[in-house]
T-cell receptor, first 116, second 108 residues
Framework: DAGVIQSPRHEVTEMGQEVTLRCKPI?????LFWYRQTMMRGLELLIY????????DSGMPEDRFSAKMPNASFSTLKIQPSEPRDSAVYFCASSFGLAGAGNEQFFGPGTRLTVL | GQQVMQIPQYQHVQEGEDFTTYCNSS?????IQWYKQRPGGHPVFLIQ?????EVKKQKRLTFQFGEAKKNSSLHITATQTTDVGTYFC????????FGAGTTVTVRA
């Protein structure tokens, strides 16, 4: 199994540009999570999907952030327009079952985003 | 909402010594997970505790879940350089909430 796949691994963009981060979960996993990690705020859950449906998006910072999961094998996190304070490492994770079921989450390698 | 507090934030350990990191939740948890993140890496699952008072061991790592299911600890004995990284606890009530992590450095 290739594990959770994220792309790109690094993204440098200018303020105001649109950024799209991509994630392919582990095959067979039906829960997908987007996290943001910064030194100041640690690891924050942004949104999670179960069976492609957004269950909890209370962690999404503001309307500039949106996430989609059009099918079981693909999800995107979009920031439009991007701002310097969005600079962080964005992790995608997947698991089997519901988020509250206590199943192990498998994290992808992350996308390091820098907004200039 | 649920908050998971983790202390200490940083732990500088002499190789061969023991240390403990602690995790406390504001609410009763259904279970707690521990993850390790190496520098530049991503969090990797270590273990899950479910039962009140549960204790699990992985070689030199001992994990404990409190009786009230609101706190947990990770104790590492005879620290090695391979233990370097950040250890996160993550508490489950209806979703997973991560603590801020304990970043461990080891002096050889």
């Amino acid at each position: 199994d290739a594990g959770v796949i994220q792309s790109p691994r690094h993204e440098v963009t200018e303020m105001g540009q649109e950024v799209t981060l991509r994630c392919k979960p582990i095959s067979g996993h039906n829960s997908l999570f987007w996290y943001r990690q910064t030194m100041m705020r640690g690891l924050e859950l942004l949104i999670y999907f179960n069976n492609n449906v957004p269950i909890d998006d209370s962690g999404m910072p503001e309307d500039r952030f949106s996430a989609k999961m059009p099918n079981a094998s693909f999800s995107t996190l979009k920031i439009q327009p991007s701002e310097p304070r969005d600079s962080a490492v964005y992790f995608c994770a997947s698991s089997f079952g519901l988020a509250g079921a206590g199943n192990e989450q498998f994290f992808g390698p992350g996308t390091r985003l820098t907004v200039l | 909402g649920q908050q998971v507090m983790q202390i200490p934030q940083y732990q500088h350990v002499q190789e061969g010594e023991d240390f403990t990191t602690y995790c406390n939740s504001s609410t009763t948890l259904s279970n707690i997970q521990w993850y390790k993140q190496r520098p530049g890496g991503h969090p990797v699952f270590l273990i899950q505790l479910v039962k009140s008072g549960e204790v699990k061991k992985q070689k030199r790592l001992t994990f404990q879940f409190g009786e009230a299911k609101k706190n947990s600890s990770l104790h590492i004995t005879a620290t090695q350089t391979t233990d370097v990284g950040t250890y996160f606890c993550a508490g489950h009530d209806y979703k997973l909430s991560f603590g801020a992590g304990t970043t461990v450095t080891v002096r050889a």
